[in-house]
Nanobody
Framework: QGQLVESGGGLVQPGGSLRLSCAAS????????MGWYRQAPGKQRELVAG???????NYVDSVKGRFTISRDDAKNTVYLQMNSLKPEGSAVYHC???????????WGQGTQVTVSS
């Protein structure tokens, strides 16, 4: 069994920054894509960003230029640096791992991000 544990969520003002971290353990393949989905109340879950083991990235259009995803395979950890945050970015952010950008084998428990003044 594999496990993903997120950290780094919280309350931030519009225009502020947060960095989310997700540590993988157990039987999660180092070759897996890792990334983040988010879900706001009353909205569908959406893929925010993903990164392959080779470093290829994928972002939803609404965060391009503001969010950066990276991974440290030595630490089995993926990061999401979120800058210039907007209120519409408020959601529960879930880390995931899987064989492709939109194929999920493992989910993290989620971390709340709230962007508000």
């Amino acid at each position: 069994q594999g496990q993903l544990v997120e950290s780094g969520g919280g309350l931030v003002q519009p225009g502020g920054s947060l960095r989310l971290s997700c540590a993988a353990s157990g039987s999660i393949y180092s070759s897996y894509v890792m990334g983040w989905y988010r879900q706001a109340p009353g909205k569908q879950r959406e893929l925010v960003a993903g990164i392959t083991s080779g470093g290829n990235t994928n972002y939803v259009d609404s965060v391009k230029g503001r969010f950066t995803i990276s991974r440290d395979d030595a630490k089995n950890t993926v990061y999401l640096q979120m800058n210039s945050l907007k209120p519409e970015g408020s959601a529960v952010y879930h880390c995931y791992a899987g064989p492709a950008f939109t194929l999920v084998s493992y989910w993290g428990q989620g971390t709340q991000v709230t962007v508000s003044s």
